[in-house]
T-cell receptor
Framework: QKEVEQNSGPLSVPEGAIASLNCTYSDRGSQSFFWYRQYSGKSPELIMSIYSNGDKEDGRFTAQLNKASQYVSLLIRDSQPSDSATYLCAASTSGTYKYIFGTGTRLKVLA | GAVVSQHPSRVICKSGTSVKIECRSL??????MFWYRQFPKQSLMLMATSNEGSKATYEQGVEKDKFLINHASLTLSTLTVTSAHPEDSSFYIC???????????FGQGTRLTVV
């Protein structure tokens, strides 16, 4: 069964620190990876997508992908209290359109 | 990013009745739309994949006669929960994509409560 695993948390970091969120996936055929942020009671919103090994940076966010280790991570620099949310990792296999979501990691940024 | 609108955002219905949820892509044509269900403190579980003009593909364990999906146009998909029961109470979310391997954009979600 294809799975995406995340630590449920909560992960607590002080304001201004770097938050590191991790995700592993079981399907080696996965080609596309996504990080979504979900506030309580709200729908997920896309933070980052990554398709190639290495790092991808967008503002305060950096996504890292290591296909050999089947590992995806998201770094949030200069964390703000408004970053407190659940972060969902998702993987999809080329040609299927289907996203497999992890259970999410709850992040708390302490002011 | 692209905008996906979902309506209603919240609905309460009586047990045994049916509820329709709409998902619209506002500024793009969605080749494929997806319907998810999310129970409290759990992740999104894919229910079905919907392609315009064809029958939806349901995930294992999802009753196609209970969760009716209609994808009438490239901008609209509907999910009808038929004969709703309290255990169907959940957060239902749609998403839409335009092309292969593109990012999926989510609607605002619908909180369904069956009493």
């Amino acid at each position: 069964q294809k799975e995406v695993e995340q630590n449920s948390g909560p992960l607590s970091v002080p304001e201004g620190a770097i938050a590191s969120l991790n995700c592993t996936y079981s399907d080696r055929g996965s080609q596309s990876f996504f990080w979504y942020r979900q506030y309580s009671g709200k729908s997920p919103e896309l933070i980052m997508s990554i398709y190639s090994n290495g790092d991808k940076e967008d503002g305060r966010f950096t996504a890292q992908l290591n296909k050999a280790s089947q590992y995806v991570s998201l770094l949030i620099r200069d964390s703000q209290p408004s970053d407190s949310a659940t972060y969902l990792c998702a993987a999809s296999t080329s040609g299927t359109y289907k996203y497999i979501f992890g259970t999410g990691t709850r992040l708390k940024v302490l002011a | 990013g692209a905008v996906v609108s979902q309506h209603p955002s919240r609905v309460i219905c009586k047990s045994g009745t049916s509820v329709k949820i709409e998902c619209r892509s506002l500024d793009f044509q969605a080749t494929t739309m997806f319907w998810y269900r999310q129970f409290p403190k759990q992740s999104l579980m894919l229910m079905a994949t919907s392609n315009e003009g064809s029958k939806a593909t349901y995930e294992q364990g999802v009753e196609k006669d209970k969760f009716l999906i209609n994808h009438a146009s490239l901008t609209l998909s509907t999910l009808t929960v038929t004969s709703a029961h309290p255990e169907d109470s959940s957060f239902y979310i749609c998403s839409a994509i335009t092309d292969l391997n593109t990012e999926a954009f989510f609607g605002q979600g619908t909180r369904l409560t069956v009493v």
